[in-house]
């Protein structure tokens, strides 16, 4: 999980991720975004620029929420097995 840096919110982040981890599946769980075994990096921002930096992130699963829609969608998606 990686945040945006914040300068434009429309939605609490803190409290939908904190949603995401009290919903995932059983045999999953949030971790930092650098650490190796990560599946799925959630690049988590507060607007549909998603202007966060992922540059590092080249080769690697993503999914960006820009907001609480993409929230409830990426729940969805993980109980369904579409991630």
């Known amino acids: 999980m990686k945040y945006c840096g914040g300068c434009s919110p429309r939605y609490d982040r ?3 991720v904190e949603h995401i ?3 995932l599946p059983n045999d999953a769980m ?7 075994e990560t599946d799925i990096i ?3 921002t507060g607007c549909e620029t998603a202007c966060a930096d992922r540059s590092a992130l080249k080769g690697r ?5 820009t907001c609480e829609e993409n929230v409830m969608q990426f729940i969805d998606d993980m109980h369904s ?3």
């Open 21 to 23: 981890r009290r919903n």
């Open 61 to 65: 699963t993503v999914k960006v929420l």
């Open 14 to 16: 803190v409290a939908a």
């Open 81 to 83: 097995g579409r991630l």
């Open 30 to 36: 949030l971790t930092a975004w650098d650490d190796a």
């Open 42 to 44: 959630l690049v988590v």
